[in-house]
């Protein structure tokens, strides 16, 4: 298949309900379960490994008018916590049959409960991850709690998961993850192929389809987006950092391109590439999922990084990917994005690598204004 016309069904992909996208699935799968992950991280592959379809719960975007959950809700608190639960009332999870949270914020905690005391149709787990990195028990302690969850998906739905099935699991999504980081390499070495509205589609669609289908696509794009027209622009080089769980409107994203960013590096739908290299497949697969958590993991505001000061994650970004500024995207009431900022750019500012704060909510609908900011922004670099 073409690039665009992949990227095109990508689009038509994420625009179905979640729900729809389980039911399709289910009649070619009879019997089978889907369970859906909150961001950031959960394990796919435990969900896999069950015969289950992982999806990604991601939010309601600007296509679901909130009717009920904001009753449930302080005014506060960030769109997708409001939007996922909106989900459940509005039926478009009708389909999914069970939830993953874990402990990115106090919201995404209670979220979890709230869809317990509201929904009890669903299996809700809630995967407690390790807060303390450096500790040696931390492999072990997140190797147990997989158990759980797994031995939690087995009691729910009568499925099976091995080590032998979580084994295959791994390879598989170890086998996705490679080719998004070459993607990603790809975005890097030539952003005028492949623009982030697209990479997020693609990576989007990703969170919504069966991974084996994934795969082959990820395979097609690969082959066929060196041959691709794109002719390099007078652009600045920039890392969007912020916006790991709540998703940004497209049009945010369409904007920060058209205002004359090349964005090299984001933490968008950081979970489904969580780690950096290949889960070892091994003996022990819980083991190896709990250690790799830890030991080969994307920089995230949602994780403990031990002692380090929490720009050093971003600076490396902005290094290996040549980037020229960072544009910070914390969604609106996003504790940990906003928490993560003030040390963030205290980090750049002693780097000398230049910055801009735009805040978005999935709601937001207008642009101009953002548009002006990021164009002057822009402008002060190339021109100075
Ligand atoms: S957007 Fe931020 S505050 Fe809201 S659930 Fe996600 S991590 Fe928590």
New binding site residues.
Partial sequence: MAVDQTIDRCRELIAEPLGVIAERWKESHPGGRVAACF?VWSPAELIHAGGMLPLGLLGGGATVELTHADARFQSFV?S??KSTLELGFQGLLKGVDGLVFSN??D??RNLSSIYKRNFPHFHVDYLHLPQNSTSAGVADYTAEELRRVARGFESAFGVKITEDSIGKSVELYNAIRARLRALYAFRIAEPQKLSTVELYLILRALTQADPEESLIRLDELLAELPGREGRPKDRIRVVIEGAF??QPPLGLLEVLEEAGCYVVEDDLLLGWRWFTSDVPVNADPFRALGQSYVDRAVPSS?RHEGREHRSKGLIEKVRRSRADAVIFTP?K?????LFDYVPMKQGLEREAIPHLLVEFEEKMWTFERTRNEVETFVESMLFD
């Fill in positions: 961001p960030c997708i916590s990115i914020c919201v995404a769980c709540e949602t969604p009431f996003c504790e940990p994005a």
